[in-house]
């Protein structure tokens, strides 16, 4: 069983940036999938960017350049930082743990794969 707390969502403007935070439980990074997802009202929840077990990092074309998605093993927090924000980026935002092993790339951004889920956190981006 694997816990995770968000935290950091909010209100900016277009263009600003916001940093989220997600609290494991325990350690999971050994043989687990880690990743945000995002989900806005009337849509499907969609991967946004995610790390594999052997490191590496996928992210949405949606996000690519803007977006940087990093994890600190000793305090088993995930982060992800959102800049250059846009209107379109508003959702709630998840963080997410499942099992996984080794390099699988862009698969790790498949919700499908994903077990555990925190309860998200708010972002809202105004024009």
């Known amino acids: 069983q694997v816990q995770l707390v968000e935290s950091g969502g909010g209100s900016v403007q277009s263009g600003g940036s916001l940093r989220l935070s997600c609290a494991a439980s325990r350690y999971t990074y050994s043989s687990y999938c880690m990743g945000w997802f995002r989900q806005a009202p009337g849509k499907e929840r969609e991967g946004v960017a995610a790390?594999?077990?052997?490191?590496?990092?996928s992210y949405a074309d949606s996000v690519k350049v803007r977006f940087t998605i990093s994890r600190d093993n000793v305090k088993n927090t995930l982060y992800l930082q959102m800049n250059s924000l846009k209107p379109e980026d508003t959702a709630m935002y998840y963080c997410?743990?499942?099992?996984?092993?080794?390099?699988?790339?862009?698969?790790?951004?498949?919700?499908?794969?994903?077990?555990?889920w925190g309860r998200g956190t708010q972002v809202t981006v105004s024009s």
């Open positions: 997410a743990a499942g099992h996984c092993l080794g390099r699988i790339g862009v698969r790790a951004l498949d919700k499908s794969l994903y077990r555990y």
């Open positions: 790390i594999d077990s052997a490191g590496s990092i």
